[in-house]
């Protein structure tokens, strides 16, 4: 791709910023801590690893160095990150690591349609501002980019704490065929992102041109439209747990490819006539279709259909529950 990037500086900064799939291998080191309920230890390691690299941001910035060494500075947040884990990781595991042929062959096969499916999502996720750059221009990209940027902001709330529960959850052998645990977990993921989605349409107005500047004020309704999504991520965030709590992982990839595809035809046919405000209306019904539609088509996840369901449920029961005790 930067062989065909016409702009030069632009091509350095997709090279420079390349290093952050070199500098995430040992992020796997985290996915082992997680497991083993070291979420205290994580939030250390990240938390040394923000001061730092807000640190190297600040020298940039106070040096007025180019674009380039702005790229450089942010990439190195996900070396010093993987640092800390390899640090932390041989600290609580002295021993060499080990693995046979026959481990990463079953590894591979049993992850294979999580990573398909994680490769359909990722181009869901970007599609669309490579068709508003070709389709609006570079404005429209950048203002488009500020409502997603504030969309995953709030957003990462379920996904976290969904990672951090579910190996508390699916590891007790009392509560892992636990049908109860499992609604309450599902309960608590989607409320969160019930409480994202309101709080980013509460904020929107407000906290894009606080944030961004007025100049950004015409990526404001987009930024409504995708208020929607961090509670449709939470139905991905909890349901993606359950699945591969159930081992059930195997046609994860056939619901995000027909994400992934339906999202792109609405792209096409809706930025241009609706702008910035149809990629956001196409970003929300592939979420949804991902997340929470293909469930109750799929036979195999029809179960996580009806656990979702119950959740909107139960926490409608609960919120009616709340306003007539407080109107009493």
């Excluded at 693995?99 to 349609?113: E, F, H, R």
């Excluded at 909890?238 to 046609?251: E, H, N, R, Y």
Aim: net charge positive.
């Amino acid at each position: 791709y930067t062989l065909m990037e016409s702009d030069r500086l632009i091509a350095a900064g997709l090279l420079i910023y390349s290093l952050i799939f070199l500098y995430k291998i040992p992020r796997a080191f985290r996915s082992q801590l997680i497991s083993n309920e070291n979420n205290r230890s994580i939030a250390k390691c990240e938390a040394a690893s923000s001061i730092i690299s807000i640190s190297a941001m600040i020298i940039v910035s106070t040096l007025q160095l180019n674009l380039l060494w702005v790229l450089f500075a942010r990439s190195l947040d996900f070396l010093f990150i993987s640092i800390l884990f390899i640090i932390l990781y041989k600290r609580q595991n002295p021993e060499k690591l080990k693995a046979s042929v026959k481990t990463i062959k079953k590894l591979s096969y049993s992850s294979a349609p999580l990573v398909f499916s994680g490769a359909a999502m990722i181009l869901f996720q970007r599609a669309d501002l490579i068709i508003i750059k070709t389709t609006l221009g570079e404005y429209a990209t950048g203002l488009y980019s500020s409502a997603t940027t504030l969309m995953l902001l709030f957003s990462l709330a379920p996904m976290v704490i969904s990672e951090s529960l579910a190996p508390k959850i699916f590891r007790n052998e009392k509560l892992i065929n636990s049908d109860e645990a499992r609604q309450k977990f599902s309960d608590i993921i989607i409320f969160i992102g019930l409480a994202m989605s309101a709080l980013m349409f509460i904020c929107v107005g407000w906290g894009l041109p606080y944030l961004y500047g007025n100049e950004y004020r015409d990526a404001i309704h987009s930024a409504y439209i995708l208020s929607a999504c961090p509670v449709l991520i939470s139905l991905g965030a909890a349901s993606g747990q359950l699945i591969v709590a159930d081992d059930k992982q195997g046609k994860t990839f056939i619901k995000s490819l027909g994400a992934c595809s339906i999202n792109l035809i609405m792209n096409f046919m809706l930025i241009p006539i609706l702008g910035i405000e149809g990629a956001a209306i196409s970003t929300v019904c592939g979420l949804a279709l991902a997340n929470y539609m293909a469930h109750g088509v799929m036979p195999t996840y029809h179960y996580i259909f009806k656990i979702q369901n119950n959740s909107f449920m139960n926490l409608m029961l609960k919120g009616l529950h709340f306003s007539r005790s407080k109107n009493v």
